[in-house]
């Protein structure tokens, strides 16, 4: 059974540093895209960094320069490095795998999403 | 500002056909496919509709997407009250190299 669970979430003040990870299982990371979508209280889906199988990666404007996203193999679980970080940053973070039929993947179609962690940005 | 636009709501009654419009441009929607999600309150979003119009396995076969250009359509037919949520386009975007969302369309069951 495919399961992502992610850690991490809190309150930071602003400036501050968080990483967040999540933890995968029933299948590899290495081998799927892997991204991140975070939402604000009370607002609409905003997709963060996805990085893919084969390494590249790639961040929304809004987090470049400030996030990183990477894996760790050996662990299969994935990561985003939060620094810089801004009251706007404040969202529940989800971490999600986007959908690979057996001939295509699929970059903006996510087949499975954790529970999400919150990151709430305060002084 | 979202980079795909959905009208912020829709509704129908029981039993009705619905449909909700994502309108993009040429560097999304026009060049690379569209999916649709399903967020029901306090939960992850869900995957409905993928490449335009295929449906993962378990989505039932009331739901459709459709896509022309640089706009796409999600249908729901035989409206449910269960079908009460938030839905979502997304699509990949070359001139961003990254994932556009729509804003979100609130969908209401009478």
């Known amino acids: 059974e495919v399961q992502l669970v992610e850690s991490g979430g809190g309150l930071i003040q602003p400036g501050g540093s968080l990483r967040l990870s999540c933890a995968a299982s029933g299948f590899t990371v290495s081998s799927n895209y892997m991204s991140w979508v975070r939402q604000a209280p009370g607002k609409g889906l905003e997709w963060v960094s996805v990085?893919?199988?084969?390494?590249?990666?790639y961040y929304a404007d809004s987090v470049k320069g400030r996030f990183t996203i990477s894996r760790d193999n050996s662990k299969n679980t994935l990561y985003l490095q939060m620094n810089s970080l801004r009251a706007e940053d404040t969202a529940v973070y989800y971490c999600?795998?986007?959908?690979?039929?057996?001939?295509?993947?699929?970059?903006?179609?996510?087949?499975?999403w954790g529970q999400g962690t919150l990151v709430t940005v305060s002084s | 500002q979202s980079v795909l636009t959905q009208p912020p709501s829709a509704s129908g009654t029981p039993g009705q056909r619905v449909t909700i419009s994502c309108s993009g441009s040429?560097?999304?929607?026009?060049?690379?496919?569209v999916n649709w999600y399903q967020q029901l309150p306090g939960t992850a979003p869900k995957l409905l509709i993928y490449?335009?119009?295929q449906r993962p396995s378990g989505v039932p076969d009331r739901f459709s997407g459709s896509k022309s250009g640089t706009s796409a359509s999600l249908a729901i037919s035989g409206l449910q009250s269960e079908d009460e949520a938030d839905y979502y386009c997304?699509?990949?975007?070359?001139?961003?190299?990254?994932?556009?969302f729509g804003g979100g369309t609130k969908l209401t069951v009478l």
């Open positions: 040429s560097s999304n929607i026009g060049s690379n496919t």
């Open positions: 999600a795998r986007s959908y690979c039929s057996s001939t295509s993947c699929y970059f903006a179609a996510i087949d499975y």
């Open positions: 990085i893919y199988s084969g390494g590249s990666t």
């Open positions: 490449s335009n119009n």
């Open positions: 997304a699509a990949w975007d070359d001139s961003l190299n990254a994932v556009v």
